[in-house]
């Protein structure tokens, strides 16, 4: 699915069926490298593009790179080389208000996101930091909650509800933010199997570009028709999910290991 290439003028037809023409990629990362203070350095030039619309996974064995890249995309570490764009916005200083609405990430631990005596306030919070008042964010409240399933749970404490609610009530503090792109690190882990799969219909019923850092391989596989490998600091594989999953060579040298008795060549392809 190579670009049309005219030598002189570069690409000159998109072949992406679906893509909206003059849309800029959701997410466009060039040569982002990063070393911490300590002198540990965990990116070394990654590269890549996430058009909008589309759910792409994020694999790669411990130690790879992956938090760190994803605490870039929305300027919570800055200082490497590279850039980052979303929507065609530079993530720098001088946009970081807006670049914080627009790129909505879910943390691993629920528990750091929520924070308010109920569900609501907390879903409120982001939007009435942003100036949203009145009906408009009561509307906006409902519309997010609505979203994840929890419209009956506004006026709960969070610490009430049970974890697979609280990382859904987490989506909503997000969602309720309109983000141009969903980055969910882990978004499986410790959720229970009805939990697991009510996150995944969720999931699959939003309008939104999502990037998901995930070590469950068959939820990527569920859930994202494109997948790429960060290991040691780099892009290893960047491809449709299906076929990654199936390359044993490939999960092998990235330490990917799949469940036992798995086979990604026997689900259907998401979409
Ligand atoms: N605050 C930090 N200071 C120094 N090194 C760090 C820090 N955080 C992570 N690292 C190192 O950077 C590398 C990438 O870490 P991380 O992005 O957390 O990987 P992943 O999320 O893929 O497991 C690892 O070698 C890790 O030990
Ligand atoms: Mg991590």
């Known amino acids: 699915m190579d670009p049309v290439t005219d030598p002189l003028t570069g690409p000159v037809a998109d072949p992406a069926p679906d893509a909206v023409p003059n849309t800029p990629a959701s997410l466009d990362v060039r040569g982002l490298a990063f070393a911490y203070p300590d002198g540990h350095q965990a990116l070394f030039g990654v590269d890549f593009s996430v058009a909008r619309g589309e759910r792409v996974a994020l694999l790669g064995p411990n130690g790879a790179g992956k938090t760190t890249l994803v605490l870039h995309l929305n300027g919570i570490l800055t200082g490497g080389t590279g850039t980052v764009t979303v929507a065609g916005l530079p993530v720098d200083k001088r946009n970081m208000a807006e670049i914080r609405r627009r790129v909505g990430i879910v943390f691993q631990d629920p528990d750091d996101q929520l924070f308010m005596p109920t569900v609501r306030e907390d879903v409120a919070f982001g939007p009435a930091a ?22 009956e749970f506004g006026n709960r404490p969070p610490h009430h509800l049970s974890f697979g609610q609280r990382r859904r009530v987490a989506v909503a503090t997000v969602l309720a933010m309109e983000p141009e792109i969903l980055v969910l690190d882990e ?9 697991r799969r009510e996150l995944a219909d969720i999931l699959r019923s939003l309008d939104v570009t999502v990037l998901m850092v995930t070590h469950d391989l068959p939820y990527a596989l569920e859930l994202c028709p494109r997948a790429l490998i960060l290991s040691d600091g780099v892009i290893a594989a960047d491809g449709p999910t299906a076929a990654l999953l199936s390359d044993d060579e490939l999960m092998r040298a990235h330490r990917l290991e799949l469940p036992f008795g798995f086979d990604p060549r026997s689900v259907p392809a998401s979409g």
Not at 133 to 144: D, F, M, P, S, T
Not at 187 to 195: V, Y
């Open 130 to 151: 942003a100036g949203v008042k009145g009906a408009e964010l009561e509307a906006c409240v409902e519309r997010a909650l609505t979203l994840v399933g929890m419209a």
């Open 187 to 195: 978004p499986s882990s410790n959720l229970d199997p009805a939990s």
